[in-house]
């Protein structure tokens, strides 16, 4: 059982950023972030492929930045230029022994508890 460890959420106002982290509790080929926004059913925002490879859907290019961290195991998501529709919760999903290149959420194993972001002025 891989755990996942969320921080970085909060509240920002529109045009600001923010980074999130997720740390594994042990090395994960693939990594990713997905979002559940109000009334919106859940989405992948961004994939992390071995040590660079990444994914992201055509409407987030540009403004979300997947990476390594730092710290042993640990995955960050930059997000830039925040509006309020991006406002909601947050998880970060791994796969330990499998390079997945797909934002598809039924395709990741290991999840974390969430944070929440909130986009207002």
């Known amino acids: 059982q891989v755990l996942l460890v969320e921080t970085g959420g909060g509240s920002v106002q529109p045009g600001g950023s923010l980074t999130l982290s997720c740390v594994a509790s042990?090395?994960?080929?693939?990594m990713s972030w997905f979002r559940q926004r109000p009334g919106k059913e859940r989405e992948g925002v961004a994939a992390?492929?071995?040590?660079?490879?990444?994914l992201y859907p055509d409407n987030l290019k540009g403004r979300f930045t997947i990476s390594r961290g730092n710290v042993t195991n640990e995955m960050v998501l930059k997000m830039n230029n925040l509006q309020p529709w991006d406002t909601g919760m947050y998880y970060c999903?791994?796969?330990?022994?499998?390079?997945?290149?797909?934002?598809?959420?039924?395709?990741?194993?290991?999840w974390g508890q969430g944070t929440q972001i909130t986009v207002s002025s």
């Open positions: 999903a791994a796969n330990r022994d499998r390079f997945s290149y797909t934002l598809l959420g039924e395709s990741w194993t290991y």
């Open positions: 042990e090395f994960c080929k693939s």
């Open positions: 992390l492929v071995g040590t660079s490879g990444t």
